[in-house]
């Protein structure tokens, strides 16, 4: 890596996310189901929820579980776990009620954070020692003062593998790691401010994780689509609609998007398509040529939660 890049892996998630912020402090960060909010917003409530984890009576470093379904407070939950050098374990609300305890229990979090919508759910699920945190009811203000220095070996996170082999397994991966593969990632696809990313994936899943902080950490806006609440029919125009430049989908639903298209549709916008999860096929490739720009970047990206 360039000495840029080996200098930004040497700090923390949060002090890479200030330097953006400082720069891009109006920029639309996050889109979801029609709000938005900037860096610098972002910034500032992600502050107030590190301040209630390190004045809470918490031991630290911790696991953090995180409970919601929008993606603008549940990243500003990422981030605000990451400034208190807490490590973010992300609930899926979709998951059954046994495999969310099976995680609590084995995590074992010092606090689940969550929102008016999933305040009731957490309640039933939280464990013994754990503190509910819900961020409707936190105030808008951090305390002015600057917040501790977190190591870049520090725990950020630890996602749940599916468990079709057994038992769900968690991976953690240091700030250090999660900005090396960030970097490698923006670097792979050339990622900027000019960007919009398509987020697709649950926040359970992994590979969200190239969008949130392959995206945020370049100043590109993220905009969140729930394939879940909204099908893939209406998702052509939401690329469009959105003006989305970077695709980041697995191949199933890049089939059933481009094979549900007119014969002459294209989406001129989008730069670069990145399928992962799945094998991608050779018939895939005449359906990105005939719907995408002839200057657009097809990549199969395959790696593993246990490798990410």
């Not at 630290?60 to 807490?86: C, E, Y």
């Not at 199933?252 to 670069?272: C, D, S, Y």
């Amino acid at each position: 890596m360039a000495g840029r890049e080996m200098a930004a892996i040497n700090q923390s998630v949060g002090a890479c996310f200030r330097q953006v912020v400082a720069r891009y402090a109006d920029k639309v960060a996050i889109e979801h189901e029609g709000a938005k909010v900037s860096f610098s917003r972002l910034n500032s409530a992600a502050n107030v929820i590190a301040w209630r984890l390190l004045t809470g009576n918490l031991r630290s470093p911790a696991h953090v579980a995180l409970l919601f379904d929008n993606r603008i407070p549940a990243i500003t939950a990422m981030i605000g776990a990451l400034k208190a050098g807490h490590a973010y374990v992300p609930l899926d609300s979709a998951d059954p009620a046994e495999r969310v305890r099976l995680i609590l229990r084995d995590c074992a979090p010092v606090a689940l954070i969550t929102d008016d919508e999933h305040v009731a759910r957490a309640r039933r699920l939280l464990p013994e020692d754990c503190q509910l945190i819900n961020i409707d009811r936190l105030g808008r203000h951090a305390p002015s003062k600057q917040l501790p220095r977190v190591s870049p070996d520090t725990p950020a996170y630890l996602f749940y593998t599916s468990g079709s082999t057994g038992r769900p397994k968690g991976v953690c991966q240091s700030h250090r790691n999660l900005l090396y593969f960030a970097g490698c990632y923006g670097n792979a696809l050339r990622i900027n401010d000019a960007d919009r990313l398509s987020l697709l994936y649950s926040l359970s899943f992994s590979a969200a994780n190239m969008d949130i902080y392959g995206g945020l950490l370049n100043a590109a806006t993220i905009c969140a689509y729930d394939i879940r609440r909204h099908g893939i029919a209406p998702l052509a125009d939401w690329l469009e609609k959105e003006q989305i430049t970077v695709l980041h989908t697995v191949p199933t639903v890049f089939r059933q998007l481009t094979k549900a298209l007119e014969p002459h549709r294209r989406f001129g916008r989008i730069r670069a398509v990145d399928l992962g999860g799945e094998t991608v096929f050779a018939s895939d490739v005449p359906l990105f040529r005939r719907h995408f720009g002839e200057d657009s970047l097809f990549v199969n990206h395959l790696a593993a939660t246990e490798a990410s």
